[in-house]
């Protein structure tokens, strides 16, 4: 009843204004009562990566559609290539934890790299960490010396990001693993004060080629549809 390109772009025009309306309503819920920064210049960009993930998940489940043979294939494929990607994104595996064979390659490739890291980013980065009693790692040194002599090394280059509560006591060191959110952000391998931003366009990227894929699926599915006729 219609032709191809008419009928993916009404797919996809006509969820723009529930998108926007869902990732609205998921933001004001979220980041506000989490207690994440309420400053336009933090809350703003975590605004637009919310609106851009509604359009990426969209778009990924679209282009699947569009050339699984049918719903029910469509349904198998669809979690399994989200939690692929969700699995890999350095977030539910630290980046030093990822295997070599995935860290150089679906690490960088995953748009969920992307999107997770540019709302920490701009959720915690600069953030002041203040460790609770229970978080403290808490021990006596070994000898005379101070928690701070006792400890330079490692926090000079094992972990330059701790934070020693008690540097000239001699016993029940207290030490909280970062001083700031941009320190426990250097774990999951984001490390630059410009990573935020570029996230987020490299997240409109993949938005941008997940429609696309739409389009060029659906139309060689067509192509195959007519060959097969």
């Given at each position: 009843?219609?032709s191809w390109?008419a009928?993916?772009y009404?797919?996809?025009?006509?969820?723009i204004?529930y998108l926007?309306?869902?990732?609205?309503?998921?933001?004001?819920?979220?980041?506000f009562?989490a207690?994440f920064?309420?400053?336009?210049?933090r809350a703003?960009?975590?605004?637009l990566?919310?609106?851009l993930?509604?359009f990426?998940y969209?778009g990924?489940g679209?282009?699947?559609?569009?050339?699984?043979?049918n719903?029910?294939?469509?349904?198998?494929v669809?979690p399994?290539i989200l939690?692929?990607?969700v699995?890999f994104?350095?977030v539910?595996?630290?980046?030093?934890?990822i295997q070599?064979?995935?860290?150089?390659?679906l690490?960088?490739?995953?748009?969920?790299t992307?999107?997770?890291?540019a709302?920490?980013?701009?959720?915690?980065w600069e953030?002041?960490v203040?460790?609770?009693r229970?978080?403290l790692?808490i021990?006596n040194?070994?000898?005379?010396?101070?928690c701070q002599q006792y400890?330079?090394?490692?926090?000079s280059?094992?972990n330059?990001?701790a934070?020693?509560?008690n540097?000239?006591?001699t016993s029940?060191?207290?030490?909280?693993?970062y001083?700031?959110g941009t320190?426990y952000?250097r774990?999951l391998?984001?490390?630059?004060?410009?990573?935020?931003?570029?996230?987020?366009g490299i997240?409109a990227?993949?938005?941008?080629?997940s429609y696309?894929?739409?389009l060029a699926?659906?139309?060689?599915?067509t192509?195959?549809?007519k060959?097969a006729e």
């Amino acid at each position: 009843m219609y032709s191809w390109w008419a009928f993916c772009y009404g797919l996809i025009i006509s969820e723009i204004p529930y998108l926007v309306v869902c990732g609205t309503l998921y933001f004001a819920c979220w980041w506000f009562t989490a207690g994440f920064p309420s400053r336009a210049s933090r809350a703003g960009p975590a605004y637009l990566e919310i609106l851009l993930y509604e359009f990426l998940y969209t778009g990924i489940g679209q282009f699947i559609a569009a050339y699984a043979p049918n719903a029910g294939v469509a349904h198998l494929v669809m979690p399994i290539i989200l939690g692929t990607l969700v699995s890999f994104s350095g977030v539910l595996v630290p980046y030093a934890a990822i295997q070599p064979f995935w860290r150089y390659w679906l690490y960088y490739i995953n748009p969920f790299t992307y999107l997770i890291g540019a709302l920490l980013w701009f959720g915690v980065w600069e953030t002041p960490v203040t460790c609770t009693r229970q978080e403290l790692a808490i021990f006596n040194t070994p000898s005379s010396e101070t928690c701070q002599q006792y400890l330079a090394e490692y926090l000079s280059q094992i972990n330059p990001g701790a934070n020693l509560l008690n540097p000239l006591a001699t016993s029940g060191c207290e030490v909280c693993p970062y001083t700031t959110g941009t320190d426990y952000l250097r774990t999951l391998n984001i490390t630059m004060s410009y990573t935020g931003w570029r996230n987020v366009g490299i997240t409109a990227i993949f938005c941008v080629s997940s429609y696309a894929l739409v389009l060029a699926l659906m139309k060689l599915r067509t192509k195959q549809s007519k060959t097969a006729e």
